[in-house]
């Protein structure tokens, strides 16, 4: 697969040069990358090219601007015990159910990381997949965050319940978030779909069912699940800061 542009790119060098097969880089801007690709050991695997034949590289992507495309290892789920910590110590992981917009997924990729979450945990279908576009949207932080892809989403949540982890799903008809609100040190956070929310059966599976506080704005009933994870998650930090 292909990804480009900086942010990807760069990510992809610093935290995953062993997932690299090709590199490909614009010659005029050959200064602005040598130095990374030598530390990286990279040299063997990079080609310097003017533009138009940069451009017939990843032909998918239509953005002129970009200077660097690597061809690397598609992205690959991680198993379950790997984002899963030990009992007893603080651990946040969010679940995305059903979320089918590459932007957010990327957003709610990239916020995870920053926000210290664990691991994201999506369902096999209905989904979003993890691709290039994943990798631009969240701004290269695919290339660290660990995801796990669960064939069946209930029986994961009952996994996570095993382990000591308390399930809270975002739900417009939820408990609000207020200053007196604490997490548990061991959480789940779930978010739905961008128009159906989160399936009942796995609202279902959650322990606590929560809202954000929102001001009653007619024709705009929500905030986008990027947002609300965003808030959601600095919540739990800091309940634990």
Avoid at 83 to 106: E, H, K, R
Wanted: proline letters at 2%; one cysteine or more.
């Amino acid at each position: 697969m292909y990804i480009s542009g900086d942010n990807s790119c760069l990510n992809c060098i610093y935290h995953n040069p062993k997932r690299i097969r090709d590199i490909f880089i614009n010659i005029e801007k050959k200064a602005s990358y040598i130095d990374i690709i030598k530390r990286n050991k990279l040299e063997n695997l990079t080609k310097f090219l003017n533009k138009k034949e940069l451009l017939l590289i990843n032909k998918e992507d239509k953005r002129s601007s970009n200077d660097i495309i690597i061809r690397r290892e598609k992205y690959e789920s991680s198993q379950l015990n790997s984002i899963v910590s030990p009992q007893q110590t603080n651990s946040l992981i969010v679940v995305a159910d059903q979320l089918t917009d590459q932007n957010n997924l990327g957003n709610i990729m990239r916020t995870s990381l920053l926000l210290g979450v664990h691991g994201v945990i999506l369902p096999e279908h209905s989904s979003a997949p993890i691709t290039s576009t994943t990798s631009m949207t969240s701004s290269g932080a695919i290339e660290i965050i660990k995801f796990h892809v669960s064939k069946n989403l209930s029986r994961t949540l009952e996994e996570l319940k095993n382990k000591g982890y308390w399930i809270y799903s975002l739900d417009m008809k939820g408990e609000k978030i207020n200053k007196n609100f604490y997490f548990d040190k061991r959480s789940v956070i779930i978010i739905g779909n961008e128009g159906k929310g989160i399936r009942k059966n796995i609202l279902d599976k959650s322990d606590f069912r929560i809202s954000l506080h929102q001001e009653n704005i007619k024709g705009i009933d929500s905030y986008n699940a990027a947002n609300s994870l965003a808030m959601a998650a600095h919540h739990y930090k800091l309940n634990f800061s």
